[in-house]
């Protein structure tokens, strides 16, 4: 199989691809391309890629497999097939095997510590303007966010996208924030390459006891461009935890995630911001940390005890259907 590397509508080391298709349709007649992720192939443009080898070589599509984890994905011309998310298993596993359970975060929140917790390794537009938000109106926050000067780096930071899709006041502030960065949690850096998933995951598991240290969970998913949906280690680990979310993905993420019968958080506090995609996403979750930010550490109380039910289902769905 030929492994592609991608993050939401990045498709790297082409000429790499190229050659291993190439080489693999001559001797073999077929070539099978994978990614245990889910980004969009129409928008990171491997279809492209693939269109004009084929059209060059005369290669038949047909005979080109690619596998993913994008369950929404299809095409007319190669064949797919789907496979499971790549950080569901392991983080479960971990959870268990750092001797985690529900036990330890079902009703132990401190609600007089942190109101958000946002936990950041590579800096895209999305998750410095969220954790921007954060440090600007001084909302109580345990945030991280690891970022690079180095254009080698895959922390690197991608000023072209902050360019694209910030408005630009907003753009001067969230370069504000890079000067203060690299922001770090007490248990370290957060990990981004290791040579096998259960190293990652040991890394992404030491985060797990400061969930009881803050209310909710806001996410920057790694794919957000394209139809796809995907759940990763950071959807995993407030479930997990017994954690509400507050996530920017794809428009219809959170509709898809109750698609796939779990349950999110409507009843207290606005998830119309699922309906959007790009800044304007990200401008309604705004509205929604600010709605949050006022309640008092009672009110908080209120709200989790009342969500408790759902918190348990997703938990309970999760280790069903995946553990």
């Known amino acids: 199989m030929i492994i592609i590397s991608v993050s939401d509508n990045n498709l790297y080391e082409q000429p790499k691809i190229i050659m291993s298709v190439i080489h693999d349709m001559l001797k073999l007649g077929n ?27 005369n290669f038949d599509p047909s005979k080109i497999t690619i596998v993913t984890a994008n369950p929404y994905e299809t095409s007319d011309r190669y064949q797919i097939q789907h496979c499971r998310p790549a950080w569901i298993n392991p983080t479960i596993k971990q959870y268990f095997l750092a001797g985690f ?7 132990k929140k401190n609600f007089k510590q942190y109101l958000f917790g946002s936990f950041n390794n590579r800096p895209t537009w999305y998750r410095l303007c969220l954790v921007k938000h954060l440090i600007k109106n001084s909302i109580s926050s345990i945030v991280s966010c690891n970022t690079s000067w180095d254009e080698n780096s895959p922390n690197r930071i991608l000023f072209d996208d902050l360019a694209t899709h910030v408005s630009p006041s907003e753009y001067f ?7 203060q960065c690299p922001i770090q949690l007490p248990c370290g ?14 890394t992404l598991t030491s985060l797990m006891p ?35 979310f507050i996530i920017y993905g794809t428009n219809g993420h959170l509709e898809s995630m109750r698609g796939n019968g779990f349950k999110t958080f409507n009843q207290w506090w606005d998830e119309s ?24 550490s009672e009110e908080l109380q209120q709200i989790y005890q009342d969500m408790l039910p759902t918190l348990q289902h ?8 995946y553990g």
């Open 31 to 57: 070539a099978v391309i994978g990614t245990n992720e889910a980004p969009s192939f129409n928008s990171n443009g491997l279809y492209n890629l693939l269109d004009n080898i084929c059209e060059k070589f």
């Open 101 to 107: 359970d529900r036990t330890q975060f079902e009703n």
């Open 173 to 179: 502030e969230v370069m504000e924030l890079i000067k």
């Open 189 to 202: 850096p957060i990990a981004s390459e290791q040579k096998y998933y259960y190293e990652f995951e040991k």
């Open 210 to 244: 400061l969930y009881n240290d803050f209310f909710v969970d806001l996410i920057g998913v790694t794919f957000t461009v394209g139809d796809t949906f995907y759940l990763d280690e950071k959807e995993v680990r407030p479930i997990l935890c017994m954690t509400p």
């Open 273 to 296: 911001y699922d309906q959007c995609s790009g800044y304007e996403r990200i401008q309604k979750i705004y509205k929604v940390i600010d709605y949050l930010s006022v309640k008092s």
């Open 314 to 321: 997703n938990y309970n769905h999760l280790i069903k259907t």
